[in-house]
């Protein structure tokens, strides 16, 4: 296979997105719409969607010369982060352990507590080429849980944030219409 710099994907474009819905939610199987039970949390830090797979290795060694004979994969994960640039009630629910919110004549009264509970969400997340926006993968997670949360803050120096990590728990799909990632 000859080298293609064309296969080189550069990600940002204005249709980027991550969408978050409740787990059981009616997902995607195919580059359509998605259902409207799954919602787009605006604005994304220019960091973009880091995946981050983590992956511990053991090593056995053997008894002459110490060198590793074989190793086996003792643990294997895989998460993502995301930082949302929109205050929403989405991205408000999912910063804090929200117990209840009332809106009553244009003034909204949120209840939370401190501690929160992991709450598994649905996650789709579509990611198209910057220079080429016709290359579009679209991440489809059933099932994705929110363990941390970093720092935010409110100021007049910067746009408040709330990023996200989460862990991707069991199958997920990748569905993309790139040539480059068809199989012969």
Known sequence: M????ANAR??????DKVQVG???????????AVDAAIVDVGWLHADGVPFTPS?????????????VVRT?????????????????????????????????????????TPG?????????LDLFDKDDT?????????????GER???????SDITGYTFTVEVIGSYQIITNDPAAEVA
Do not use: M, W
Request: hydrophobic letters at 35%; one cysteine or more.
């Open 116 to 124: 929160r509970k992991i709450e598994a969400r649905a996650f789709v």
């Open 134 to 146: 016709s290359i579009h993968y679209r991440y489809v997670i059933p099932r994705g849980e929110i």
């Open 2 to 5: 000859a080298i293609d710099a």
């Open 22 to 32: 409740p787990l059981g939610s009616t997902l995607p199987t195919d580059l359509a």
């Open 150 to 156: 970093a720092e935010f803050s409110h100021s007049g």
């Open 55 to 67: 992956d511990s290795v053991e090593k056995f060694r053997g008894h002459q010369g110490g060198r």
């Open 10 to 15: 550069i990600f940002g474009s204005d249709d």
């Open 72 to 112: 086996t994969v003792t643990e294997s994960d895989l998460s993502f982060t995301f930082q949302c640039l929109e205050t929403t009630a989405l991205t408000l629910g999912l910063q804090h352990n929200v117990t209840s919110s009332v809106t009553a004549t244009g003034t909204t009264t949120i209840e939370a």
